[in-house]
């Protein structure tokens, strides 16, 4: 009797198993457009999205059915597994700590009132105006406000592709126009993990003497949900989130989002968005080493990450890929849920660059080579970096106006 449950317990354990699927991203030759459907059904697959403006769809296919079987399917050019990944991680606290000043330093930085900007006194800095009370570091840094009086964004359409967008923050309510949940059609793009809102809050937090200001606190904010709340998901939901923006006339996409691997597809929507016109500003990676993707495809304008001091964050990926740097350690913006909070890491640095890349639209850019050139024109070099590190340097939004 034991030897009977055994072996039915197998069957039906080798039935379960025959019937898993796996999930593929298949490229294609343009030609094979209208037929590649019947090809993949053909083969007993289902599929499950279809992309409008590359030549790459979504599948299920049989466990059974290797890479090899659909790689023979007429017009084939790719096949890659629709992988669910992690996208975002936070930068290791050990890389992100600032150091305690000496007591010699401290009792000069109150006889001069210089050096407040270390994180440990934001506690006691001495009162200051409100407008100025409400710029973060960072934001500060890149001068934001020597563009506002002229240009602050306003009409210009920014994408944020992450875990959505807090729509409901006091300080980004009013800037947001909508969005795209590409996890769940039919679902908001509501952020429920924090990522988002924050990058959100550095570039489009509204001036309003409350909170934080964003580096472009007039533009239209739009958020697109690729992420779920562990901050992963699957690169078909990242490359139909930057297919949405695109479609939907944005002028910037910011991804604060990185793989260290990249696909056809990926790579496909990303030549199709500087095609169209489109800006996508794409953090370089926290892992100290080389940039990932998408940030690595030469159609993105990819963005390192700088402390305080202007240098270099040890966390932040670094290559001939970057374009500029920007601040990216200890940066104060939208919390989901209401107030506000601290977060580090290149995703950090990254909206501020696709704020800038806003008011360079603003002034006049057009399209993802005039945003660039805008961006490396108005950026200044930081003393002891090398360019695989910063890139053109770190912006100054004054320059936009000049």
Same mark, same amino acid.
């Given at each position: 009797?034991?030897?009977?449950?055994?072996?039915?317990?197998?069957?039906?354990?080798?039935?379960?198993? @025959?019937?898993?699927?796996?999930?593929?991203?298949?490229?294609?030759?343009?030609?094979?457009?209208?037929? /590649?459907?019947?090809?993949?059904? @053909?083969?007993?697959?289902?599929?499950?999205?279809?992309?409008?403006? !590359?030549? +790459?769809?979504?599948?299920?296919?049989?466990?059974?059915?290797?890479?090899?079987? /659909?790689?023979?399917?007429?017009?084939?050019?790719?096949?890659?597994?629709?992988?669910?990944?992690?996208? /975002?991680?936070?930068?290791?606290? @050990?890389?992100?700590?600032?150091?305690?000043?000496?007591?010699?330093?401290?009792?000069?930085?109150?006889?001069?009132?210089?050096?407040?900007?270390?994180?440990?006194?934001? %506690?006691?800095?001495?009162?200051?105006?409100? %407008?100025?009370?409400?710029?973060?570091?960072?934001?500060?840094?890149?001068?934001?406000?020597?563009?506002?009086?002229?240009?602050?964004?306003?009409?210009?359409?920014?994408?944020?592709?992450?875990?959505?967008?807090?729509?409901?923050?006091?300080?980004?309510?009013?800037?947001?126009?909508?969005?795209?949940?590409?996890?769940?059609?039919?679902?908001?793009?509501?952020?429920?993990?924090?990522?988002?809102?924050?990058?959100?809050?550095? /570039?489009?937090?509204?001036?309003?003497?409350?909170?934080?200001?964003?580096?472009?606190? @007039?533009?239209?904010?739009?958020?697109?949900?690729?992420?779920?709340?562990?901050?992963?998901?699957?690169?078909?939901?990242?490359?139909?989130?930057?297919?949405?923006?695109?479609?939907?006339?944005?002028?910037?996409?910011?991804?604060?989002?990185?793989?260290?691997?990249?696909?056809?597809?990926?790579?496909? !929507?990303?030549? =199709?968005?500087?095609?169209?016109?489109?800006?996508?500003?794409?953090?370089?990676?926290?892992?100290?080493?080389?940039?990932?993707?998408?940030? =690595?495809?030469?159609?993105?304008?990819?963005?390192?990450? +700088?402390?305080?001091?202007?240098?270099?964050?040890?966390?932040?990926?670094?290559?001939?890929?970057? %374009?500029?740097?920007?601040?990216?350690?200890?940066?104060?913006?939208?919390?989901?849920?209401?107030?506000?909070?601290?977060? +580090?890491?290149? +995703?950090?640095?990254?909206?501020?660059?696709?704020?800038?890349?806003?008011?360079?639209?603003?002034?006049?850019?057009?399209?993802?080579? %005039?945003?660039?050139?805008?961006?490396?024109?108005?950026?200044?070099?930081?003393?002891?970096?090398?360019?695989?590190?910063?890139?053109?340097?770190?912006?100054?939004?004054?320059?936009?106006?000049?």
């Amino acid at each position: 009797m034991k030897k009977i449950s055994t072996l039915i317990a197998g069957v039906i354990l080798a039935a379960a198993v @025959s019937a898993q699927a796996s999930q593929k991203i298949v490229s294609f030759e343009h030609a094979y457009k209208g037929a /590649i459907d019947k090809s993949v059904e @053909s083969l007993g697959g289902t599929v499950t999205r279809k992309f409008t403006l !590359i030549d +790459s769809l979504v599948a299920v296919f049989p466990d059974n059915i290797k890479d090899s079987s /659909i790689y023979a399917l007429k017009g084939v050019t790719d096949v890659a597994e629709d992988s669910y990944t992690r996208w /975002i991680e936070a930068a290791p606290a @050990s890389m992100t700590s600032v150091p305690l000043p000496s007591v010699e330093s401290a009792l000069d930085m109150i006889r001069t009132g210089e050096g407040w900007e270390a994180p440990v006194f934001t %506690a006691i800095r001495p009162a200051a105006d409100p %407008a100025e009370k409400e710029i973060p570091w960072g934001v500060k840094r890149v001068n934001a406000a020597g563009a506002w009086s002229t240009n602050s964004g306003k009409g210009v359409k920014v994408a944020v592709v992450d875990t959505g967008v807090d729509f409901n923050h006091p300080d980004l309510a009013s800037n947001y126009k909508g969005g795209y949940n590409a996890i769940i059609s039919t679902a908001p793009p509501l952020d429920d993990h924090g990522h988002g809102s924050h990058v959100s809050g550095t /570039i489009a937090a509204i001036r309003d003497l409350k909170g934080v200001v964003g580096v472009a606190p @007039s533009v239209d904010l739009y958020g697109v949900k690729v992420l779920d709340k562990n901050g992963s998901g699957q690169y078909s939901w990242v490359v139909a989130g930057i297919e949405w923006a695109v479609m939907n006339g944005m002028n910037v996409i910011n991804m604060s989002l990185g793989g260290s691997s990249g696909t056809e597809a990926l790579r496909q !929507i990303m030549i =199709k968005s500087k095609e169209m016109g489109v800006a996508v500003v794409c953090a370089a990676g926290n892992s100290g080493g080389s940039v990932g993707y998408p940030a =690595k495809y030469p159609e993105a304008i990819a963005v390192s990450a +700088s402390d305080s001091a202007d240098k270099i964050a040890s966390f932040s990926s670094r290559g001939p890929e970057i %374009a500029v740097i920007a601040p990216g350690v200890n940066v104060y913006s939208v919390r989901k849920g209401g107030g506000y909070t601290t977060m +580090s890491g290149t +995703s950090m640095a990254c909206p501020h660059v696709a704020g800038l890349a806003a008011l360079a639209v603003g002034a006049g850019a057009q399209g993802s080579d %005039a945003v660039r050139a805008a961006l490396k024109a108005a950026a200044t070099p930081l003393p002891g970096l090398t360019p695989v590190q910063q890139g053109a340097g770190l912006v100054d939004a004054a320059k936009f106006a000049h």
